[in-house]
């Protein structure tokens, strides 16, 4: 996981245009294990 925080983390300095963007897909990806630890 600390890997993808920091491929995101890349992206946000090379493109901040989509910072807002990579947040909402961590904020999903965070709501999706969630989701997965009440399921499982």
Do not use: G, H, N
């Not at 989509?18 to 969630?34: D, G, S, V, W």
């Amino acid at each position: 996981m600390i890997a993808l925080d920091e491929r995101l983390q890349l992206l946000k300095a090379e493109q901040p245009q989509r910072a807002a963007l990579m947040e909402l897909f961590t904020a999903l990806a965070a709501k999706a294990k969630e989701v997965s630890r009440i399921i499982a």
